[in-house]
Protein backbone atom coordinates (compact mmCIF):
# COMPACT_ATOMS: atom_id res chain seq x y z
CA UNK A 1 0.00 0.00 0.00
CA UNK A 2 2.50 2.57 0.60
CA UNK A 3 6.11 1.85 -0.75
CA UNK A 4 9.73 4.00 -0.70
CA UNK A 5 10.63 1.78 -3.67
CA UNK A 6 7.72 0.35 -5.91
CA UNK A 7 4.81 2.07 -7.06
CA UNK A 8 1.01 0.87 -4.87
CA UNK A 9 -2.04 -0.45 -6.30
CA UNK A 10 -4.74 1.10 -3.96
CA UNK A 11 -6.31 4.85 -4.05
CA UNK A 12 -4.76 7.58 -1.58
CA UNK A 13 -7.76 7.17 0.05
CA UNK A 14 -7.41 3.53 0.94
CA UNK A 15 -4.04 4.28 2.33
CA UNK A 16 -4.64 7.05 4.15
CA UNK A 17 -8.11 5.18 5.89
CA UNK A 18 -5.63 2.38 6.85
CA UNK A 19 -3.08 4.72 8.10
CA UNK A 20 -5.94 6.12 10.79
CA UNK A 21 -6.44 2.92 11.93
CA UNK A 22 -3.12 1.40 12.56
CA UNK A 23 -2.45 5.00 14.31
CA UNK A 24 -5.34 3.86 17.05
CA UNK A 25 -4.10 0.64 17.77
CA UNK A 26 -1.67 -1.34 19.25
CA UNK A 27 0.06 -3.82 16.62
CA UNK A 28 -0.32 -7.34 17.26
CA UNK A 29 3.72 -8.22 16.97
CA UNK A 30 6.59 -5.32 17.34
CA UNK A 31 10.40 -5.28 16.64
CA UNK A 32 11.74 -1.62 17.34
CA UNK A 33 15.31 -0.34 17.47
CA UNK A 34 16.52 3.12 19.08
CA UNK A 35 19.13 5.47 17.72
CA UNK A 36 22.01 7.25 20.13
CA UNK A 37 19.68 9.58 21.11
CA UNK A 38 16.61 7.27 22.66
CA UNK A 39 13.83 7.69 19.62
CA UNK A 40 12.40 4.88 17.65
CA UNK A 41 14.08 5.35 14.46
CA UNK A 42 13.27 1.81 13.07
CA UNK A 43 10.53 -0.54 13.61
CA UNK A 44 8.59 -3.37 11.77
CA UNK A 45 4.86 -3.82 13.20
CA UNK A 46 2.16 -6.63 12.60
CA UNK A 47 -1.64 -5.20 12.39
CA UNK A 48 -4.63 -6.62 11.60
CA UNK A 49 -8.23 -4.68 11.07
CA UNK A 50 -11.25 -4.27 9.33
CA UNK A 51 -10.60 -2.94 5.77
CA UNK A 52 -12.05 0.63 5.25
CA UNK A 53 -15.41 -0.41 2.76
CA UNK A 54 -15.23 -4.34 2.61
CA UNK A 55 -14.83 -4.73 6.32
CA UNK A 56 -12.86 -7.89 5.52
CA UNK A 57 -10.09 -9.07 8.35
CA UNK A 58 -6.93 -8.23 6.77
CA UNK A 59 -3.00 -7.76 8.28
CA UNK A 60 -0.53 -4.96 7.42
CA UNK A 61 3.14 -4.91 7.71
CA UNK A 62 4.39 -1.61 8.33
CA UNK A 63 8.50 -1.64 7.91
CA UNK A 64 9.91 1.80 8.68
CA UNK A 65 14.48 2.86 8.85
CA UNK A 66 15.11 6.17 8.47
CA UNK A 67 15.09 6.26 4.60
CA UNK A 68 12.27 3.66 3.53
CA UNK A 69 8.51 2.90 4.43
CA UNK A 70 6.64 0.03 3.63
CA UNK A 71 3.26 -0.79 4.31
CA UNK A 72 2.43 -4.24 3.25
CA UNK A 73 -1.55 -5.80 2.94
CA UNK A 74 -2.27 -8.79 3.26
CA UNK A 75 -5.90 -11.38 3.76
CA UNK A 76 -3.45 -13.96 5.12
CA UNK A 77 -2.51 -13.79 9.11
CA UNK A 78 0.47 -16.61 7.68
CA UNK A 79 1.76 -14.75 5.15
CA UNK A 80 1.67 -11.42 7.02
CA UNK A 81 3.94 -13.37 10.04
CA UNK A 82 6.15 -14.76 7.54
CA UNK A 83 6.53 -11.50 5.98
CA UNK A 84 6.52 -9.78 9.66
CA UNK A 85 9.68 -12.64 10.61
CA UNK A 86 11.34 -12.27 7.43
CA UNK A 87 11.82 -8.29 7.56
CA UNK A 88 13.34 -8.42 10.89
CA UNK A 89 15.68 -11.38 9.93
CA UNK A 90 16.86 -9.49 7.24
CA UNK A 91 16.98 -6.42 9.47
CA UNK A 92 18.92 -8.17 12.20
CA UNK A 93 21.91 -9.05 9.44
CA UNK A 94 22.40 -5.17 9.19
CA UNK A 95 22.79 -4.93 12.71
CA UNK A 96 26.51 -3.91 13.82
CA UNK A 97 28.22 -2.80 16.49
CA UNK A 98 27.42 0.41 19.04
CA UNK A 99 30.45 3.01 19.74
CA UNK A 100 31.49 0.91 22.65
CA UNK A 101 31.71 -1.90 20.39
CA UNK A 102 28.90 -3.86 21.80
CA UNK A 103 26.23 -5.81 19.53
CA UNK A 104 23.73 -3.48 18.16
CA UNK A 105 20.27 -5.09 19.52
CA UNK A 106 16.68 -4.68 18.84
CA UNK A 107 14.62 -2.46 22.00
CA UNK A 108 12.15 -4.41 21.12
CA UNK A 109 11.22 -7.93 19.22
CA UNK A 110 9.38 -11.21 19.06
CA UNK A 111 11.29 -12.75 16.81
CA UNK A 112 13.25 -15.89 17.87
CA UNK A 113 17.13 -15.80 17.44
CA UNK A 114 17.79 -12.42 16.89
CA UNK A 115 19.59 -9.61 19.29
CA UNK A 116 17.05 -8.41 21.46
CA UNK A 117 17.17 -6.47 24.69
CA UNK A 118 19.14 -7.47 26.94
CA UNK A 119 17.79 -8.27 31.15
CA UNK A 120 19.11 -6.61 34.01
CA UNK A 121 22.55 -7.21 34.56
CA UNK A 122 24.65 -8.33 37.84
CA UNK A 123 26.99 -5.71 38.87
CA UNK A 124 30.95 -7.09 39.99
CA UNK A 125 31.21 -6.44 43.91
CA UNK A 126 34.10 -5.60 45.85
CA UNK A 127 33.36 -9.16 47.65
CA UNK A 128 33.65 -11.01 44.53
CA UNK A 129 36.70 -8.88 43.83
CA UNK A 130 37.90 -10.53 47.39
CA UNK A 131 36.64 -14.13 46.77
CA UNK A 132 38.87 -14.04 43.66
CA UNK A 133 41.90 -13.67 45.85
CA UNK A 134 40.78 -16.50 48.24
CA UNK A 135 40.12 -18.96 45.92
CA UNK A 136 42.24 -22.13 45.03
CA UNK A 137 43.52 -22.52 41.84
CA UNK A 138 43.26 -19.98 38.91
CA UNK A 139 40.20 -18.57 39.29
CA UNK A 140 38.05 -16.60 36.99
CA UNK A 141 34.80 -14.41 37.43
CA UNK A 142 32.09 -15.33 34.89
CA UNK A 143 28.95 -14.84 33.44
CA UNK A 144 26.36 -17.65 33.40
CA UNK A 145 22.69 -18.35 33.23
CA UNK A 146 21.24 -19.52 36.34
CA UNK A 147 18.23 -22.20 36.35
CA UNK A 148 15.31 -19.78 35.10
CA UNK A 149 17.69 -17.70 32.25
CA UNK A 150 18.71 -15.15 34.57
CA UNK A 151 22.01 -13.60 34.26
CA UNK A 152 24.47 -14.26 37.50
CA UNK A 153 27.90 -13.40 37.80
CA UNK A 154 29.69 -16.82 38.97
CA UNK A 155 33.64 -18.03 39.80
CA UNK A 156 35.49 -20.65 38.29
CA UNK A 157 38.40 -21.71 36.95
CA UNK A 158 40.00 -20.44 33.84
CA UNK A 159 40.43 -23.84 32.08
CA UNK A 160 36.92 -24.37 32.59
CA UNK A 161 35.31 -21.28 31.50
CA UNK A 162 34.65 -19.59 28.16
CA UNK A 163 36.91 -16.42 27.41
CA UNK A 164 34.39 -14.93 26.00
CA UNK A 165 32.05 -14.95 29.02
CA UNK A 166 35.39 -14.19 31.59
CA UNK A 167 34.51 -10.66 33.42
CA UNK A 168 37.76 -10.25 35.89
CA UNK A 169 40.31 -12.25 36.44
CA UNK A 170 42.90 -13.39 39.34
CA UNK A 171 46.21 -12.07 37.78
CA UNK A 172 44.00 -8.57 36.46
CA UNK A 173 43.25 -7.85 40.69
CA UNK A 174 47.00 -8.69 41.25
CA UNK A 175 47.95 -6.33 39.09
CA UNK A 176 45.70 -3.43 40.04
CA UNK A 177 46.65 -4.00 43.82
CA UNK A 178 50.23 -4.01 42.63
CA UNK A 179 50.68 -7.40 44.05
CA UNK A 180 52.06 -10.82 43.40
CA UNK A 181 52.39 -14.14 44.53
CA UNK A 182 56.42 -14.57 44.32
CA UNK A 183 55.96 -15.02 48.33
CA UNK A 184 53.75 -17.16 49.11
CA UNK A 185 49.83 -16.89 47.91
CA UNK A 186 47.79 -13.45 48.15
CA UNK A 187 44.80 -13.84 49.86
CA UNK A 188 42.34 -10.89 50.52
CA UNK A 189 43.20 -10.39 54.07
CA UNK A 190 46.90 -10.39 53.56
CA UNK A 191 45.58 -7.69 50.60
CA UNK A 192 44.10 -5.33 52.70
CA UNK A 193 47.05 -5.17 55.00
CA UNK A 194 49.45 -4.64 52.19
CA UNK A 195 47.32 -2.54 49.36
CA UNK A 196 46.87 0.85 49.49
CA UNK A 197 43.52 1.66 50.12
CA UNK A 198 42.28 -1.77 49.79
CA UNK A 199 38.74 -1.25 50.16
CA UNK A 200 38.87 2.09 47.30
CA UNK A 201 40.50 -0.18 45.25
CA UNK A 202 38.67 -3.33 45.02
CA UNK A 203 35.59 -0.83 44.80
CA UNK A 204 37.09 1.03 41.77
CA UNK A 205 37.81 -1.81 40.13
CA UNK A 206 34.48 -3.91 40.57
CA UNK A 207 32.68 -0.81 39.25
CA UNK A 208 35.26 -0.51 35.90
CA UNK A 209 34.17 -4.08 35.00
CA UNK A 210 30.76 -2.84 33.23
CA UNK A 211 31.83 -3.30 30.13
CA UNK A 212 32.85 -6.82 30.66
CA UNK A 213 29.86 -8.09 32.26
CA UNK A 214 27.85 -6.25 29.15
CA UNK A 215 30.39 -7.49 26.68
CA UNK A 216 29.81 -11.05 28.11
CA UNK A 217 26.32 -10.93 28.07
CA UNK A 218 26.20 -9.87 24.06
CA UNK A 219 27.87 -13.97 24.05
CA UNK A 220 24.97 -15.58 26.05
CA UNK A 221 21.99 -13.36 24.18
CA UNK A 222 22.13 -14.19 20.71
CA UNK A 223 18.36 -14.44 21.01
CA UNK A 224 15.76 -11.76 23.06
CA UNK A 225 15.41 -11.93 26.60
CA UNK A 226 11.85 -12.69 27.66
Not at 41 to 58: C, I
Request: aromatic share 6%; glycine share 8%.
Amino acid sequence: MISSITSTDVSDEYVEQVERLLATQAPQRETTQVNKWGQTDFHVRLHTYEAPGSGRTMWAVDYSDPVNRELEESDSREEANARYEELVRDSAENLGTDGDGFQERFAVTDVDGVPGPLPKLPAVTPEQVGDLLDTAGDPVLYLALDDDGDPVLRIGQADQVDSGVTVLTRPQVLDELHLSDGNGRVTAEYAAREAYDFAIQTSYLAHTQTKAVRGAADLLFTAPAT
